[in-house]
């Protein structure tokens, strides 16, 4: 298998870094920490690429804190510096990530994402009688450091520069040995290469007819019940000797034309639905838009600009008739003929 090489001289290049804080600063420019990175930009950028050469990245300062959307989950938000040396490692090294990746894996790629997975999910549902649904239990807790050191090891060359992707795994964990930081953009890459084998592993069953994951949240198509029972048995015991992971007690096996909920989605042959949380999050985003514009906070373009971020959330669901009734139940008769045909949902 070929390996990229990727030296800390190239990763501590000057284009490489501006190009790393213009993707983290990207639409934060105005939170302080930020600011403050930016105010001094060339020092700044000078103290990392030493750091990086002389093997002291990353700092490994962060803030942590605990969301409840639904279940409860602790995000590790890296210091900016952090941030920064992250986007320039996946600078030189996402492609080597998306190279190893099976067409139908979905997460932290580009031209796919959600959406995309959602859609294909419906696609596979038109085609094939049975599904598989698993998720694994406690993914990012779970992830073991010396598997994905060695996953790493495979693709990528460069004694050093190993060395610091291992005190990026290092630095987020909780739990010596084991667990990747929620919130982290190497954290993203790495848990998605790290199920990259289960993928091959069910593509390459013969009683599966297509699969689709997005992060550790897999579905796979079968001919028969049957067949469904076996491969779901062999991903168990693979995930756990391979992997070291267990999937949850809820996995489940069901026909296709009752579909299933997928990434916040509710996935018909005939229909895509948003999910009930979904709708309340579009729901409170609107009455924070709202809000703003009547106190006088938001001109009319970034109401827009608003409303359709909110939209896109919504992409590809049947969801005109709820923002319409949505925004006629608030008193705004206008707002709903505007924003309810903006890009983002379909018509309902």
Known sequence: ???????????????????????????????????????????????????????????????RFTIHDPKRRTITAACFADRVLHHAILNLA?????????????????????????????????RWPWFVQVDVDGYFPSIDHEILKSLLARRFKGADFLALLARI?????????????????????????????????????????AHVRYMDDIVWWCDSRAEAADGLDALREFLWNERRLRLKPTA???????????????????????????????RCGLMRVQRARAAGLADAAQVQRACDGLLAT???????????????????????????RAPGGRSA
């Not at 284009?15 to 990175?37: I, S, T």
């Not at 630095?171 to 290469?193: E, M, V």
């Open 1 to 63: 298998m070929q390996r990229d090489a990727i030296g800390l001289e190239a990763l501590a290049a000057r284009d490489n870094l501006m190009l790393a804080v213009w993707k983290a600063a990207r639409g934060k420019r105005e939170r302080p920490a930020v600011a403050r990175y930016l105010d001094g930009l060339d020092a700044r950028l000078d103290e990392l690429a030493t750091s990086i050469v002389e093997q002291r990245a990353p700092l490994g300062h962060a803030r």
């Open 94 to 126: 996402e492609p080597r990530f998306e190279r190893m990746l099976v067409a139908s894996s979905f997460a932290c790629r580009p031209g796919k994402g959600v959406h995309a997975a959602v859609q294909q999910v419906q696609r596979q549902l038109r």
């Open 169 to 209: 795994v290092a630095a987020g964990s909780d739990t010596p040995g084991r667990g990747l930081p929620i919130g982290a953009l190497t954290s993203q890459h790495f848990a998605n290469a790290y199920l990259d084998a289960a993928d091959r592993f069910l593509l390459e069953r013969p009683g599966t007819r």
């Open 252 to 282: 489940h096996i069901g026909r296709s034309t009752q579909g299933l909920a997928y990434c916040d989605f509710r996935v018909r042959p005939g229909v895509i639905l948003a999910s009930r949380r979904k709708l309340a999050r579009y």
């Open 314 to 340: 919504l992409a590809g669901a049947e969801t005109l008739g709820f923002r319409r009734r949505l925004l006629h139940a608030q008193g705004d008769g206008e707002a709903a003929d505007r924003y309810a």
